[in-house]
């Protein structure tokens, strides 16, 4: 059996783990010359942490020796409105969450699939051919078959777009991201700042290196102009050592991201072609999620393999598992970012009084629910 994976980042080389640990043959592709390269920083909640864990055979001390234990939701002024429950997580989760840049988690993963060739070329379609194979069309005019296939080429997946069409939704705000050096200076191991119609977070990756972010709603932007510099005084009213570091941030080194996400409830699989990570099922950052979920996919996918040899009867497999979960995260995330993007005073007093005396049992249950997939110790399998 040979398997060809659409897309090299965390989702492609993730679904490559769970077919090596399968024993499957595989060819990546990818459209860069250097996909592992590039990006800014991934938080990785516990739930990811555990399917990494299953997916490289327990190799994840390497990546995860930075955890971050304190984390908070705060007012612009830094009123306190949450503690992040992450000694909880521990101790329900066995893991406190991490940062870790992009780049540095695709090349550990390379490694740990002995560095396998990543052929560039992009996927433009594929199309069913006689005795259960599948054809891939390239970019380049190149035709190959295969006897499955798994589309993992991002929120924009031509192989998606192909099948069911522009599916996916904007929404009323933009971000950026970018990652300093030097942030000595800083109070928690994570922190989001929610001013109106704004947000500004940020966490440490290690001791030398701080990721952040930042969201704006369109209305405070100009059309023509989505870069950081632009709107930069939408964030005066941070904290001084938070400004600090925006302003050492060189702005060729800030990520500016159009926020979509993709309307759940289409079919994560057709036969022998799977849709993994945000192909599949791309959501709102506001989670900091994503990449999770492609994670937890490749752990699902392996399940599936354990379950079913056939290749179609495991894609179809995946999808059952897969379908409920996706979902909820792609309404979930969704809601967030609508719920913390508010612009009216009142409504930003009330959610703020609301978060300020919520009980830590109301939050550990959402958080609960976050973090549970059907795969974790002691959920029931579906
Ligand atoms: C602002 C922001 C903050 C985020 N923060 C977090 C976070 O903290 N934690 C988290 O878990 N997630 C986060 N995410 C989400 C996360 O980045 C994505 O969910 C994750 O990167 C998806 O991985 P993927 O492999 O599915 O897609 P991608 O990372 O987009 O990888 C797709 C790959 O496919 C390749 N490709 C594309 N088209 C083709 C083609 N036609 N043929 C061949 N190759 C192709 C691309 O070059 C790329 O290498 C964030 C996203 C944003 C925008």
Known sequence: MRI???????????????????????VLFDRDAN????????????????????LTSEKISEIAQHPLKTGVLLEETSTLLLQLPL??????????????????????LWDILDRPKIEQDTAIHTEMGRNQKIYVEFGSGRKDCFDGIIAADGIHS??????????????RYHAWRAIIQNAYD???????????????????????????????????????????????????NLPD????WIDHTPNHEIFS????????????????????????????????????????????LLHALQQEKDWQKACARFAV????????????????????QIENHLAIQLRNKAFSLAPNFASQKVWRKLLTYNLLPHHKID
Request: glycine share 8%.
């Open 241 to 244: 050592s938070i400004q600090k």
């Open 186 to 236: 800083i109070q928690w191991d994570m922190a989001e700042y929610w001013g109106s119609g704004r947000r500004f977070g940020y966490a440490r990756i290690d001791a030398d290196h701080l990721y952040w972010f930042a969201t704006l709603n369109y209305r405070w932007m100009q059309k023509d102009d989505q870069s950081f510099p632009s709107i930069r005084h939408q964030f005066s």
């Open 158 to 171: 031509n192989i998606r777009k192909s099948i069911y069409g522009h599916l996916q939704r904007p929404t």
């Open 257 to 300: 991201h159009s926020i979509y996400d993709i309307a759940p409830g289409y079919p994560l699989s057709s036969g022998p072609l799977l849709f993994m990570g945000d192909a599949a099922h791309a959501i709102t950052p506001n989670l900091g999620f994503g990449g999770c979920l492609a994670l937890e996919d490749a752990h699902v």
């Open 4 to 26: 060809a994976i659409l897309g090299s980042g965390v989702a492609g080389l993730a679904a490559a783990a769970a077919l090596q640990q399968s024993g499957i043959d595989y």
């Open 321 to 340: 598992l897969r379908k409920r979960r996706v979902a909820h995260m792609a309404k979930f995330a969704r809601w967030l970012g609508e719920f913390s």
């Open 35 to 54: 996909p592992l390269d590039g990006g800014a920083a991934l938080i990785l909640w516990p739930n990811a942490l555990f399917a990494l864990n299953q």
């Open 87 to 108: 000694h909880w997580m521990k101790e329900e989760f066995s893991r406190y969450p991490i940062c870790v840049r992009r780049s540095h988690l695709l090349h550990w």
